[in-house]
């Protein structure tokens, strides 16, 4: 696990957005798999704005998203389907046929896990995972006690996770119970992650996912399985490594 501590998020944004481009640049093909999420926002800013003035392309990236909220339709404002063509997908050239997104809305929500976990595989896997972390250590929506083999299926969500999601619902109650998210293991057959953490709040969860034991308490805690992991922290999300 390669760990890159900067000053602020500023900066800990534009070393992801570094590595991005990079991967993006060497192979405009690459599969990569995206998250959602605060954290995410200044980084999509960031390769959106490569785009308009670098001319960083998108046009030959395939992308999988790692999660989607059971209940919630495509043009739901609270979807990450929504959050994904606001923030990211109508400030690229991305080719929309090669986006994909967990189907949230599916009559049979297992199904579409399964299908989701297929068409991953047929992509060939993905080359570069971005990833945020929960407070509680969750990456996607492996809450903790997530099996480390668990793969795409329906996870049902945290009061803690609901509760960190509530600002963007009307109300608690609104807030849904369960999602379908890609697996830890899912996660962990990635060819590279790249996991940014940003804030105070991410400091506990940091400290599990990089010092703490293997555990499915912190799903996060699995990427030290991974060979090839870079986690970037600004300088409050790393205040409490060792
Ligand atoms: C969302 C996702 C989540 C978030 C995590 C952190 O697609 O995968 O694991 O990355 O909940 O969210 P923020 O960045 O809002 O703190």
Redesign the pocket.
């Known amino acids: 696990m390669k760990v890159l501590i900067l000053p602020d998020a500023q900066a800990a944004t534009r070393r992801a957005a570094d590595i991005v481009s990079r991967t993006v640049s060497a192979t405009p093909d690459s599969v990569l798999g995206?998250?959602?999420?605060?954290?995410?926002?200044p980084l999509y800013d960031a390769l959106a704005q490569r785009h308009r003035d670098e001319g960083l392309s998108f046009a030959k990236v395939t992308s999988f998203?790692?999660?989607e909220y059971i209940g919630l339709t495509p043009d739901h404002p609270c979807s990450?389907h929504h959050y994904m063509q606001e923030a990211f997908f109508r400030h690229v050239d991305i080719d929309p046929a090669r986006t994909h997104l967990p189907k949230g809305d599916a009559a049979d929500p297992q199904a579409a896990s399964d299908d989701y976990e297929a068409l991953i595989e047929k992509a060939g896997g993905i080359d570069l995972q971005l990833?945020?972390?929960?407070?509680n250590g969750?990456?996607?929506?492996?809450e903790p006690t997530a099996s480390l083999g668990s793969r795409t299926r329906i996870k049902t969500l945290t009061e803690s996770?609901r509760r960190?999601?509530q600002k963007y619902f009307d109300s608690f109650d609104e807030t849904p119970r369960y999602a379908i998210?890609t697996g830890v293991a899912t996660i962990l057959a990635s060819h590279k992650c790249l996991l940014?953490?940003t804030?105070t709040?991410?400091a506990r969860a940091v400290v599990d996912m990089i010092e703490g034991p293997v555990s499915a308490a912190c799903p996060a805690s699995a990427l030290q399985l991974h060979a090839r992991v870079t986690v970037i922290l600004d300088e409050a999300a790393a205040g409490e490594l060792h």
Request: aromatic share 6%.
């Open positions: 995206l998250a959602t999420g605060g954290t995410m926002l998203n790692l999660d990450y990833l945020g972390i929960g407070q969750h990456i996607g929506f492996n996770t960190a999601n998210t940014i953490a804030g709040a991410k």
